[in-house]
């Protein structure tokens, strides 16, 4: 029985790492899509949503079959509630993801004064997720502690961006439109990079059984 258990875990474990990837393949599918202007780009990024999606509806399935068959305890029962939690966060990154690509007809042009920028903060957004979901996996508390540190660059990226739009939004009233939606396309990485971070505190509470924001400590 306990090798039934063990083995519905691991499945677990295997699925969320599948919808770490499908996040991390539809924020590189965004920024591509943005600094290429690429329409066939931003239309592969709905394929990717909906596999986001049925992944949600997957572990979903996996977390409460596992709660309700296996009725687990301790350790075991923080890992799968946070595994629930996670999921929702994993949602809205693709969420996020789609909606950067909703506001490119919009701009008429791709971003190329800001294209590095935009890209380099992409990966620093990629790279939280692929870690939050890597610590979970391991059950790796100080992975998790590093992911949340590594939002302040992903913070930095944002604060640069915007300083630079800002002065073009006054100066040129022709391009403020353009730049009020790279300045939201820039604000929608950045609330990925706060997913990754939610990510971690998941991880955190199933590892020490206390979560950041309510400071309980669970059985």
């Not at 600094?35 to 780009?41: E, G, I, K, N, P």
């Not at 939050?132 to 391991?138: E, G, I, L, W």
């Not at 002065?167 to 353009?178: D, H, L, Q, R």
Request: aromatic share 6%; with cysteine; hydrophobic share 40%.
């Amino acid at each position: 029985m306990r090798d039934v258990y063990q083995e519905q875990l691991w499945n677990l474990n295997q699925e969320l790492i599948q919808m770490g990837a499908a996040c991390e393949e539809i924020i590189d599918l965004a920024s591509k899509a943005l600094t290429d202007y690429s329409q066939a780009l931003a239309e592969e990024t709905a394929h990717v949503g909906a596999t986001i999606d049925e992944s949600e509806r997957t572990i979903e399935t996996i977390c409460l079959k596992l709660l309700l068959r296996q009725q687990p305890v301790a350790g075991d029962l923080r890992q799968i509630s946070a595994a629930m939690k996670m999921i929702t966060d994993m949602e809205r990154i693709g969420d996020q993801a789609e909606d950067i690509v909703d506001l490119i007809p919009k701009m008429q042009r791709a971003p190329e004064e800001h294209s590095s920028q935009i890209e380099e903060m992409a990966k620093a957004a990629k790279y939280m997720v692929n870690q939050a979901v890597d610590a979970y996996v391991r059950q790796d508390l100080s992975l998790a502690k590093q992911v949340m540190e590594y939002d302040d660059v992903v913070d930095s990226f944002f604060n640069q961006i915007k300083s630079d739009l800002l002065p073009m939004i006054a100066k040129e009233p022709t391009e403020g439109e353009y730049a009020l939606d790279l300045l939201m396309i820039a604000k929608y990485f950045e609330r990925i990079g706060d997913h990754a971070v939610n990510l971690s505190e998941w991880v955190e509470f199933s590892v020490t059984g206390v979560h950041k924001h309510d400071g309980v400590e669970y059985e």
